[in-house]
């Protein structure tokens, strides 16, 4: 058998599957947001969020308005497609292409830019919190520009506004790039508070319906999930992930699971712990140690 004649089999066995009713092979698909392009605004957002560490042609936007404008322009250019894009995805935008959705697109993307204010107060306090728990820190620079925890907490505040703005899959896709690039794993709809600490963060998964309190701190490995995925679908819109009150602390390895689960003010968690309870104020929670 030729070489070409082998590789035509190749295509007409791909060609048969792609005909075939699939999950892969949805009906009326429409477009979809593109990554390259959204990992790149997503880069020129933190740039906006953080201007004097991540220059744009080794000046910072902040004290150059003229240049701070066409960032702003370009981002609110290429994000509000990808917005209108997005939106096709909800029930409600069926069967509407991204042409028919730009209005909206356009809405939403000047209300998200609005927001970044805020999204850099939050980041100012989260800079604040890391560098005020390790002493291994030299200075905030160091926090800004070799921390993974603080770069994971940036990408998911700055995603969670456009979650709260009901656009799908982008959000996600921001956090999915954040935790391929840090090992953290941050929902964009986990609500976050201020002064929140990160720290190491390799394998660190916070859920969806996440509440967290101001001044907490989390090590590596933790999970703060849900107790049961059983219903799948079912679940959705429900309240599965524990609240974390105000300056807790969380050790490495511990898993704090279930949507009733409140840990109170002022808790410290152990290392290792395995809790589906809520564990009152200003306790301590750990793992004994093996009788023998």
Request: hydrophobic letters at 35%; proline letters at 4%; glycine letters at 8%.
């Amino acid at each position: 058998m030729s070489e070409n004649s082998e590789i035509g089999e190749i295509v007409r066995g791909l060609a048969d599957s792609y005909k075939k009713k699939s999950i892969l092979n949805p009906e009326n698909l429409c477009d979809q947001p593109d990554r390259e392009t959204l990992n790149s605004i997503l880069n020129r957002l933190i740039k906006l969020v953080y201007p004097t560490y991540f220059r744009v042609d080794g000046r910072s936007v902040s004290s150059d308005e003229k240049m701070l404008s066409e960032l702003i322009e370009d981002v609110f250019e290429e994000l509000s497609v990808q917005v209108a894009t997005a939106l096709c995805q909800k029930a409600q935008y069926e069967g509407r292409c991204k042409t028919d959705l730009a209005e909206e697109g356009v809405r939403i993307t000047k209300e998200f830019l609005g927001r970044l204010p805020m999204v850099r107060e939050y980041a100012e306090t989260d800079v604040q919190a890391s560098f005020e728990g390790d002493p291994a820190a030299f200075n905030t620079n160091e926090i800004v520009l070799c921390y993974p925890g603080l770069r994971a907490v940036t990408i998911s505040r700055i995603a969670h506004e456009l979650f709260l703005l009901g656009v799908p899959i982008i959000p996600r896709m921001w956090t999915e790039y954040a935790h391929s690039r840090t090992g953290i794993d941050i929902h964009p709809g986990a609500t976050i508070g201020k002064y929140f600490c990160i720290d190491h963060g390799t394998g660190i998964v916070i859920g969806e319906t996440t509440v967290i309190g101001e001044y907490v701190k989390v090590y590596q490995g933790v999970t703060i999930g849900a107790l049961s995925t059983r219903g799948g679908q079912s679940l959705r819109g429900v309240k599965r992930h524990p609240t974390i009150e105000d300056r807790v602390t969380i050790y490495a390895g511990a898993s704090i699971l279930g949507g009733e689960t409140v840990i109170g003010h002022d808790a410290v968690i152990g290392s290792n712990a395995f809790i589906t309870e809520s564990v009152e104020a200003n306790s301590r929670v750990s793992m004994k140690n093996p009788v023998k």
